[in-house]
Structure formats: structure tokens, C-alpha cells
């Protein structure tokens, strides 16, 4: 079945520091890719997606691009705030596929410390 | 538009008793969906309705009972609470963009049941 596999966390890092989040994939099909964010208290808002091998989805200062030969869409921000404290979730849906389901990772938490 | 809206925020229930999620959305959209949320578990699929009038099981159905009631609105009822389902419980529905799948998700239900 389909399946994504994200870098476990928690991630703590200082205030314009680097980030990487690894997400990789397994699917059936030809699947869409995304990034949903969740705030504390708050639920899930879609951060940036791609829908085809070599797209690059970006929002906020965060991008990601698909690679279909790694089977990967690895999250990346060059200077991380600490208003981007949050928890981060890779999903993927199959494009026609029966149901439209997302199938998600099991989430990031992501510290930022000024 | 208020997007997706979901009531109650918080509930507590004891071992036994029965209650219903509400889930409304304004955004005319056709699929709505129910997710639990646990900790190291990411998000799981509990039932769907890809369209008004039909609603099909996903990945966690045992305990769960749904209903379409219009296009609007898409409640989850859980007839005899179980300690297992203390959970955070996500509506979303569903847009098609193009050829990806994106979904709009609400606040969340905070459930406790002892």
C-alpha cells in the first residue's frame, strides 16, 4: 500500500539556523505530494505541494521538490524563525485514484529557540 | 467564508456514553472526510464521503458510525465511547485543483474518554 515515511523528530534548532526534514514515499500510483503544517492548538493548513516529478512547491520560505527517482520531497528553509515552531506532516494522494485519501506521515515536531 | 468548522472544541466523555462530531464547510466542496490524530501516529482516516449521499470506511472505522447529512455537513457518532478513542478528531473536505487532491481541514475535536 502506499506509505510515507518522515524524518523522526523532535528537531531543535537556534533562530535562523538551517532546516531539512526528510520525507521519502512508497505508491501505487502516480501520487501528488504535500506539506501541512499544524500550529499548537490549531489544525492542519497546507504549507506547499507538487504534482509532478521535478516540481518545486515553496511558500513562507520553505520549499521542496519531488524527485521521483529518490522517491523523496524533502522539506527545506534556509533560516528557520521561531514562529515556525510547529509540527510538519508529508502526505501524498493519488492523482484518479479511488478515494482521493491523503496518506500521512507521522509528523515533525519542529522547536526553533531565539 | 468560514472554511471548515467543527463542534464541539473539547468534550469528555466517560466509557460508554455516545456523542456526535459535527463537521460543516462552506466551501461547497464535494468529499469530506474524518481523521483521528494520536501521538506517534500521525493522521488516520477513519470514514469519507466522496460526494453527498455516500460515505465509505478508511483506515480505523471499528467504533465509528457517520453520516452525509447534506453537502454541507458530515457528522461522526461514536455510539459507546471507549477509552481508546481519547483522540484529536479532524474534519476535512476536499478541492480539486488540476489533477492534485487538496484538503481544507478544520480545528479539531479534543476527545477524552474515561
Same mark, same amino acid.
Given at each position: 500500500?502506499?506509505?510515507?515515511?518522515?524524518?523522526?523528530?523532535?528537531?531543535?534548532?537556534?533562530?535562523?539556523?538551517?532546516?531539512?526534514?526528510?520525507?521519502?514515499?512508497?505508491?501505487?500510483? @502516480?501520487?501528488?505530494?504535500?506539506?501541512?503544517?499544524?500550529?499548537?492548538?490549531?489544525?492542519?493548513?497546507?504549507?506547499? /505541494?507538487?504534482?509532478?516529478?521535478?516540481? /518545486?512547491?515553496?511558500?513562507?520560505?520553505?520549499?521542496?521538490? @519531488?524527485? /521521483?527517482?529518490?522517491?523523496?520531497?524533502?522539506?527545506?528553509?534556509?533560516?528557520?524563525?521561531?514562529?515556525?515552531?510547529?509540527?510538519?506532516?508529508?502526505?501524498?494522494?493519488?492523482?484518479?485514484?479511488?478515494?482521493? /485519501?491523503?496518506?500521512?506521515?507521522?509528523?515533525?515536531?519542529?522547536?526553533?529557540?531565539? | 467564508?468560514?472554511?471548515?468548522?467543527?463542534?464541539?472544541?473539547?468534550?469528555?466523555?466517560? *466509557?460508554?456514553?455516545?456523542? *456526535?462530531?459535527?463537521?460543516?464547510?462552506?466551501?461547497?466542496?464535494?468529499?469530506? &472526510?474524518?481523521?483521528?490524530?494520536?501521538?506517534?501516529?500521525?493522521?488516520?482516516?477513519?470514514? &469519507?464521503?466522496? $460526494? %453527498?449521499?455516500?460515505?465509505?470506511?478508511? =483506515?480505523?472505522?471499528?467504533?465509528?458510525?457517520?453520516?452525509? !447529512?447534506?453537502?454541507? =455537513?458530515? $457528522?461522526?457518532?461514536? %455510539?459507546?465511547?471507549?477509552?481508546?478513542?481519547?483522540?484529536?478528531?479532524?474534519?476535512? $473536505?476536499?478541492? *480539486? $485543483?488540476?489533477?492534485? &487532491? =487538496?484538503?481544507?481541514?478544520?480545528?479539531? *475535536?479534543? !476527545?477524552?474518554?474515561?
Amino acid at each position: 500500500g502506499d506509505s510515507v515515511t518522515q524524518m523522526e523528530g523532535p528537531v531543535t534548532l537556534s533562530e535562523e539556523a538551517f532546516l531539512t526534514i526528510n520525507c521519502t514515499y512508497t505508491a501505487t500510483g @502516480y501520487p501528488s505530494l504535500f506539506w501541512y503544517v499544524q500550529y499548537p492548538g490549531e489544525g492542519l493548513q497546507l504549507l506547499l /505541494k507538487a504534482t509532478k516529478a521535478d516540481d /518545486k512547491g515553496s511558500n513562507k520560505g520553505f520549499e521542496a521538490t @519531488y524527485r /521521483k527517482e529518490t522517491t523523496s520531497f524533502h522539506l527545506e528553509k534556509g533560516s528557520v524563525q521561531v514562529s515556525d515552531s510547529a509540527v510538519y506532516f508529508c502526505a501524498l494522494s493519488i492523482s484518479g485514484g479511488s478515494n482521493y /485519501k491523503l496518506t500521512f506521515g507521522k509528523g515533525t515536531l519542529l522547536t526553533v529557540n531565539p | 467564508n468560514a472554511g471548515v468548522t467543527q463542534t464541539p472544541k473539547f468534550q469528555v466523555l466517560k *466509557t460508554g456514553q455516545s456523542m *456526535t462530531l459535527q463537521c460543516a464547510q462552506d466551501m461547497n466542496h464535494n468529499s469530506m &472526510y474524518w481523521y483521528r490524530q494520536d501521538p506517534g501516529m500521525g493522521l488516520r482516516l477513519i470514514y &469519507y464521503s466522496a $460526494s %453527498e449521499g455516500t460515505t465509505d470506511k478508511g =483506515e480505523v472505522p471499528n467504533g465509528y458510525n457517520v453520516s452525509r !447529512l447534506n453537502k454541507r =455537513e458530515f $457528522s461522526l457518532r461514536l %455510539e459507546s465511547a471507549a477509552p481508546s478513542q481519547t483522540s484529536v478528531y479532524f474534519c476535512a $473536505s476536499r478541492v *480539486t $485543483s488540476g489533477n492534485s &487532491y =487538496e484538503q481544507y481541514f478544520g480545528p479539531g *475535536t479534543r !476527545l477524552t474518554v474515561t
